[in-house]
């Protein structure tokens, strides 16, 4: 079992940045850790992932804004989001599987979530 806490989220105007922060109980040799989001009405889509070895991987809509990365001493997994637009407003998730030999992707086996937290981004 993985546990995962998300904490970061907010309100900002269009052009800011948040840094999201997900707490993971359990980092495996080999695993893929990612953060999701879903806006009302949409469905759930990947924003970034990230592979034990540091390997990331980018929606295209916030490519060049967005990074991930990830704290392996401190069990943390970070979404650094900048320059920030509305449509950017959604419920982020954070999301890991457990120990796999799969190559990461937004389509792999997330079987452990967080609960979300909260980005609203105004014009």
């Known amino acids: 079992q993985v546990q995962l806490v998300e904490s970061g989220g907010g309100s900002v105007k269009a052009g800011g940045s948040l840094k999201l922060s997900c707490a993971v109980s359990q980092f495996y040799g080999r695993q893929c850790m990612g953060w999701f989001r879903q806006a009302p009405g949409k469905e759930r889509e990947g924003v970034a992932v990230?592979?034990?070895?540091?390997?990331?991987i980018y929606a295209g809509s916030v490519k060049g804004r967005f990074t991930i990365s990830k704290d392996n001493a401190q069990k943390t997994l970070y979404l650094q989001m900048n320059t920030l637009k509305p449509e950017d407003t959604a419920m982020y998730y954070c999301?890991?599987?457990?120990?796999?030999?799969?190559?990461?992707?937004?389509?792999?086996?997330?079987?452990?979530w967080g609960r979300g937290t909260q980005v609203t981004v105004s014009s």
């Open positions: 990230i592979n034990s070895s540091g390997t990331t």
């Open positions: 999301a890991s599987t457990g120990w796999t030999i799969a190559a990461c992707s937004f389509y792999g086996t997330y079987n452990f």
